[in-house]
């Protein structure tokens, strides 16, 4: 069983279209998070929730928004999609020790805008 | 503010010769955990390594070993033996508040 699954792996799609990104985890973890990958390979966290409460909110354009119907799933769905929004998007999740345990990842989605 | 500071972008090692990833932290936290991943071409996020700030001893986890010194703010991943499925890139990151934080990664590649 994968512990975070992330549908799609792969988004292609054209400016000014809204699209969504789904994440869940069977870990039994109370935080998730969302990180961007950008064409560097720099990875910046975006936002994190606990137990459907949002905890951090990054300097991330609006028309991005998380929304987490409970504390399994975490989806992110962005709209009027950019050029520069062209990236690979990771779920993670962490028990509360996540200082001790780290962050478990998903697979990835790379989403290309044309 | 914490920073992670990989300052190797990349590194070639022979295969079967040992390489040190190099990574520097900064924080005013006593309290944190380090961390390397490693990402290979496939893309996906693979936990390697942990060692928190409190721990006396180096973590070793099969062929890693993460070489700690606290006084210097360092925490470089040491991979013995190297093989061809270790090229990657390699990230080292920091956790101590809320948020895990990476450097800017290394890529390793491996030749025979």
């Known amino acids: 069983d994968t512990a975070v699954s992330q549908t799609p792996k792969y988004l292609v799609t054209q400016m000014g279209n809204d699209k969504s990104i789904k994440c869940e985890q069977n870990?039994?973890?109370?935080?998730m998070y969302w990180y961007k990958q950008d064409s560097k390979k720099f990875l910046k966290i975006m936002f994190s929730?606990?137990?459907?409460?949002?905890?951090i909110n990054e300097t991330v354009p609006n028309r991005f928004s998380p929304k987490s119907p409970d504390k399994a799933h975490l989806n992110l769905h962005i709209n009027s999609l950019e050029l520069g929004d062209s990236a690979v998007y990771f779920c993670?999740?962490?028990?509360?020790?996540?200082?001790?345990?780290?962050?478990?990842f998903g697979s990835g989605t790379r989403l290309t805008v044309v | 503010a914490q920073k992670i500071t990989q300052t190797q972008p990349g590194m070639f090692v022979q295969e079967k010769e040992a390489v040190t990833l190099d990574c520097t932290y900064d924080?005013?936290?006593?309290?944190?955990?380090l961390f390397w991943y490693k990402q290979p071409s496939s893309g996906e996020m693979i936990f390697l390594i942990y060692?928190?700030?409190?721990?006396?001893q180096n973590a070793t986890e099969g062929r890693y070993s993460l070489n700690f010194q606290k006084a210097r703010k360092s925490a470089n991943l040491v991979i013995s033996a190297s093989q061809l499925g270790d090229s990657a890139m390699y990230f080292c990151?920091?956790?101590?508040?809320?948020?895990?934080?990476f450097g800017t990664g290394t890529r390793l590649q491996v030749f025979p």
């Open positions: 993670a999740s962490s028990p509360s020790r996540a200082r001790v345990y780290g962050y478990t």
């Open positions: 870990l039994g973890h109370d935080t």
């Open positions: 929730y606990n137990n459907k409460e949002l905890i």
């Open positions: 924080t005013s936290d006593p309290s944190y955990g």
């Open positions: 060692q928190g700030s409190y721990d006396q």
């Open positions: 990151a920091m956790i101590n508040t809320d948020k895990l934080i």
